[in-house]
């Protein structure tokens, strides 16, 4: 099969079509979509005569034998699943990038390592709040305890959903690698920022991973007539909520010179009435950083800014810490490894530092990782607007391709 630039595109737009609105793409982690989404990326992998397994969290793993297979395998992928209206690029071109390489080195003959594509499950944390689901049951960093309460926003529990994909919440210890298995993982991706982009570079070296930190915050007012509750009476949850949410806004501008950001993703208003003073609302705060004490120091000033508006605005408020994650810095031989290829390549590119997070961050426990981005056109990812040129996405084909050759031969 002809593997060539234009079978890139092809296959990308093919994928996208999984779950296409008219705002972009909506394959939420263990939704029929997804499935749609992998069992078509499973026939290109057979095509390419993988071995295909799939784990007990619903990782998909795809093998070429090496020369000596009681080595460890050089492994690459990425993720299927989007975000709400997100876009074609996010995930897909690492998991197509890494079957182009793997259908070249298979074509150059059987390497002394094996090979191996994985699809990481529910690598967003859309659907249930948690994130990188997949790679960590993997890595063993698994909290199968929250994930037992993670609900979706149709109160679908994560135990069903998986259910619902044949899969068993009780088994997901399974997933489980052993250090031994995997020699090396690395990860093609787009930046989803606008550094490569600005500094003209093809690819970037990622450095570190910056880790989320997510909580839910309730605050609970009294729902009241909004007709007949005068001004000076009334315990507004929402608009005690608005004011913890500038809070937070101006917390992240105070840290952003660590590079650290704050955001408020979502919100729910109850009862949600026109002519009713909002009762309780909840939001869903994500923190984000490659400097740990920074996020610290972030969290801490919205737990104490919570704490001064509930107690002047007369309301309620709790916080869940949903999950409190540390950044990881990638492995440095791979580093100088993929710098070695692109200077050899002479393709131009540059260190960088991922303020997202990748299942690249948990694998990083479990064998010598590495991450290549490419640059996202405007910086804009988790949109339908999402792009990167596909000279772009090949140069990153490309440098992926040599990079396992030098790990796998």
Not at 90 to 99: K, P, S, T, Y
Not at 143 to 160: H, T, V, Y
Not at 269 to 294: C, F, K, L
């Amino acid at each position: 099969m002809d593997r060539s630039k234009e079978w890139v595109m092809n296959e990308i737009e093919k994928i996208s079509h999984f779950g296409k609105g008219p705002r972009g793409i909506t394959r939420l982690a263990f939704s029929e979509t997804a499935a749609g989404a992998q069992k078509y990326v499973i026939s290109l992998m057979e095509e390419v005569g993988l071995t295909i397994t799939i784990d007990q969290i619903g990782n998909i793993i795809g093998r070429l034998e090496g020369k000596d297979e009681s080595l460890p395998a050089v492994a690459t992928g990425s993720h299927l699943d989007t975000v709400p209206d997100g876009g074609k690029y996010d995930g897909v071109i690492g998991v197509i990038g890494g079957l182009v390489a793997i259908s070249r080195l298979k074509a150059k003959g059987k390497l002394t390592h094996p090979l191996e594509l994985i699809i990481f499950a529910c690598e967003e944390s859309s659907r249930f709040g948690c994130a990188t689901v997949g790679s960590k049951a993997m890595a063993g960093l698994a909290n199968i305890s929250e994930w037992r309460k993670a609900k979706d926003q149709a109160g679908l529990s994560f135990a069903e959903a998986i259910k619902q994909q044949q899969l068993d919440i009780e088994r997901i210890g399974e997933a489980v690698r052993p250090a031994e298995e995997i020699k090396a993982f690395v990860e093609l991706h787009i930046e989803q920022g606008r550094v490569l982009e600005k500094e003209e570079k093809k690819i970037g070296i990622v450095e570190t991973i910056a880790a989320p930190t997510r909580l839910k915050i309730k605050v609970e007012g009294v729902a009241a007539h909004s007709g007949s509750t005068p001004m000076e009476e009334r315990r507004d949850a929402l608009v005690s909520a608005s004011m913890i949410i500038l809070a937070i806004h101006e917390i992240g501008l105070e840290q952003s010179k660590y590079g650290t950001v704050t955001t408020v993703g979502m919100l729910n208003v109850y009862p949600g009435a026109i002519n009713v003073i909002p009762g309780v609302v909840e939001m869903w705060v994500d923190i984000r950083g490659t400097n740990h004490e920074s996020t610290i120091e972030c969290l801490q000033d919205i737990k104490d800014a919570i704490s001064t508006i509930a107690e002047g605005q007369e309301v309620g408020a709790s916080i869940m810490l949903l999950s409190a994650e540390k950044p990881v810095t990638m492995n440095k031989d791979i580093m100088s490894l993929i710098k070695k290829v692109c200077v050899e390549k002479r393709v131009p590119h540059q260190m960088i530092h991922s303020r997202a997070g990748h299942d690249a961050m948990n694998l990083a426990y479990l064998a010598p990782t590495g991450m290549i981005f490419v640059p996202s056109q405007n910086g804009v990812s988790h949109n339908g607007e999402e792009h990167t040129e596909i000279d772009e996405i090949m140069s990153g084909i490309d440098v992926l391709t040599e990079t396992l050759l030098q790990l796998a031969k």
